[in-house]
């Protein structure tokens, strides 16, 4: 956009405060790069650090006063990372506050022992970021001029023609995003439909991008507004970065030259590890806006059972509220006492529950509405800028909103949670859904709270007379009233953040400052800053502007309902899944990806999205709603669904109000589809389970685009339809609508089919497969992995877990294959004994080595080596296998040899 079009954006009183700074006037820059910039002076470097005074070179004024005095500081965090902060000279500006995001720590290395260069120009100041090794220039803004102004900061860096960028989310773009032509906007939004190329739920200002010569990533620490603006120039790629506040903040990732995946691993220590999950979390889970009552959910849930699919987790959406107000129950439609039952059988039958929780709380004075009363009481709602609460719009009409950084909401917020979700008077959910939480309005800009709930018909009476409270449930299924053992809820102590140095700094609210309209208009697809959510111009209790934290509502929820949580069953993992994140959410929740729509766009797509939370934020955690949230699915699209989503990490079938139901045993094609999905998820759960375990420790991302395994190969980096579950089992879908033939890439290498176990060479080229039957989905074993599948499938997680397992030996072209298993007791946060496997295949030989400490109590009943034309002798420990224990499968040249033994210690098996 021009500047003068942007300058219509002004408001009334900034023109007349421009209007009198004549001499800036006169002296406006056309466009950033006509700006001066800055000046490095004071320059002073250190063995472990540059710092600079950078002094305004003449006046830019763009959108707004000039900040003349800035300070650039770099330190080299740890060999791998460079951590360069442009901030204003007096350090007063906004910085994203550490209680939200927490700083990595610092080795403070010396900067000959980092991995990455600092070089810079002095007049005009710019920078550049190369990694050393090979001298490849990460990032480079010269000959673009820093612009640091009040409320527009920008930074400019070119890199090579046709970028390959990968991040920057949340968005719905291809997974490689383009590179010309291209605006990433960062601002929170509620997006039903979840548009292609706008702003959506989160926030994670983040890219890596990969060359020949390696993967980097560049992270800039920023909440406020911000549009990254793509494009070619001069034949190379220009990444700019457009913010309306706040600091450059940025942490350089040196990567890696071989693996992609360093980068991830680099990513997590600033981002934080993610949050473990519990072991049920991977079950299947069933949920839906629209289910009327008790009765239906109950029979959703026998209904399973009946078909025979294996139901881990029912959920319900905000139906169950009275009035659409949170923390209440409709006593007609939803009364305690028979949520009771269902849950009780839930846990019973080792199932599990989940409910919706909103922020916005109803504004209901004088109802004897304990959530409003508490919260006013306590003085933990957000504030206007007239130091009223502040009043939205959202599901159950006029609201208000928990201010996050009020010190006291935590405890408001966490009794809330233990009044009623207490296990004995109330619903004793197991996890959590949290919603609505950019934060969400539905109120326009300029908003009239009143009008807007009046005229949406906010809350909606029901539409369906209340059933009979004694309707009978589960009649045809055993019933037992049995809650979870008390014995799991033992009580450990809930450490609380310790206090930090920049959340005690809220900048002083400048008056002559527009935080509803500033001058630099990001391209938010809502409109106005302040359309549909909390106006900016919101001040929170320690004085920091909704202006410069709206991005962060989402994560400050999560954190807040992750801890209150924890408080309800201490010492547990908590499943807490969420629509709006920011950087760093993944330590603490997992995230749905919004409310798309059943079509096969959404189908697709759906995988370019989980790879950027998974292998990129940081959240692992995450998955659409299968077969399609708004708008009528199909049957063949909801069987497709039904296999891709059993590779999700979070596998949710989630539909509209309204829609079409779309349970799986709704078609007998979905569920026999959804039946061979979840034997295959199942089968491979502890496989699975290990390698998010292991991201949980070291970031390592759980699912991988082919081009993290590949990465030399160009092939691959565009690829956005197909992927990694883990490290080792690709999935390729069928992607076009309706078909039973697709075409996917298979590269150079050694791969088997996970259903016969047949051999299969990649040739770096498309394979075309044309009889993918609806109820199938193509996966591959990479070669040079050992599998620790469980021999069968089961009903529930708890079940599984008792079942055997089947050792799957799939060697390289070289002959050689390893793996990995973890095990724990799959809910405490703190485990008491860990069982961790590794196996090793070289030479016809399994070794299995490790520590035994979580006693399995199952068997290895057998072992299976694919690729192989054996005829023995095979020993197990050195002793002859019996030969009926052995079965050679000469179409798919595999050996199966029944061992039998307790899964309690090391050995080894030779097949050769
Ligand atoms: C750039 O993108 C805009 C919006 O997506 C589109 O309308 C326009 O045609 C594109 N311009 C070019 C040159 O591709
Ligand atoms: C459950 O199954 C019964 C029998 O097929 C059917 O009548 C009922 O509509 C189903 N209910 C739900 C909620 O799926
Ligand atoms: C709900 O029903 C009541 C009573 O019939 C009516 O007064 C009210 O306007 C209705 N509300 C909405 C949102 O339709
Ligand atoms: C407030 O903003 C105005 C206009 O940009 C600026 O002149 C002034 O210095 C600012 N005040 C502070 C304390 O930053
Ligand atoms: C695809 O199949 C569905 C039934 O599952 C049908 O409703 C739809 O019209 C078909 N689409 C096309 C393009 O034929
Ligand atoms: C594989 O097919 C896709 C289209 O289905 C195409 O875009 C891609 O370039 C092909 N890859 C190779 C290596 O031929
Ligand atoms: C298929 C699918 O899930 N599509 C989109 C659903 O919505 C999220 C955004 O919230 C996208 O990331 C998904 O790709």
Known sequence: MTTLKRLSFLSLLQLCVLATQDVQLAQRAATPDDCAGYNARNVHQTAHSLTADLVLAGACALYGEDIPNLKLTVSYEDSSRLHVKIADAAGKRYQVPESVFPRPKSANLLAVQSELEFKYKTAPFSFQVIRKADKEVLFDTTGHALVFEQQYIRLQTSLPPSANIYGLGEHTNTFRLPSNNFTRTFWNRDAYGVAEGTNLYSTHPIYFEHRTTGTHGVFLLNSNGIDVKINQVNGKTALEYNAIGGIFDFYFLSGSKKDPSEVSRQYAKVAGLPAEVPYWGFGFHQCRYGYQNFVEVADVVANYSKAGIPLETMWTDIDYMKDRWVFTNDPQYFPTNRVQEIIHYLHAHDQHYIVMVDPAVAAQPNKGYGAYDNGVKDGIFLKGSDGNLFHGVVWPGVTVYPDWFNPKTQSYWTNEFKTFFDPKSGW?????????????????????????????????????????????????????????????????EIVEREDVSIDARAPAINASLNYLEPPYAIANAAGALSASTVYTDAVHSNGLIEYDVHNLYGTMMSIASQKAMEARRPGLRTLIITRSTFAGAGAKVGKWLGDNLSTWWHYRNSVAGVLGFNAIYQVPMVGPDTCGFGADTTEFLCSRWATLGAFYPFYRNHNQDGQRPQEFYRWPLVTAAAKNALDIRYRLLDYFNTALHAQTVDGSPSWNPLFFKYPADKNTWGIDTQF?????????????????????????????DFKTFAPIEGKGANVTLNDVAFTDIPVYIRGGTVLPLRAKSAMTTTALRKNDFQIVVAPAADGTA?????????????????????????????TVTGHFGYKLGVKISSVTVLGVKSSGPYKLDGKAVAKTSVAVNAASQSVDVKIGIPFTKPFTLSVA
């Open 818 to 846: 390893s793996g990995k298993l973890y095990v724990d007791d799959g809910v405490s946060l703190k485990q008491k004994a860990t069982t961790e496997v590794s196996f090793k295949y070289a030479k016809g030989r399994l």
């Open 724 to 752: 990694f579950f883990g490290d080792s089992i690709l999935v390729s879908p069928v992607v076009e609508e309706n078909s039973t033939s697709v075409t996917f890439y298979l590269p150079k290498d050694k791969f088997y």
């Open 428 to 492: 004793d959910i197991d996890g959590l859904w949290i919603d609505m939480n950019e934060a969400a309005s539905f109120c326009p800009y300029p908003c009239d709270p009143e009008a807007t709930a009046a005229s949406g018909g906010f809350p909606p009476n029901r539409t369906t007379p209340p059933p009979d409270p004694n309707a009978p449930i589960f009649t045809d299924v055993k019933r037992s009233a049995m809650p979870l053992p008390e014995s799991v809820y033992t009580d450990v």
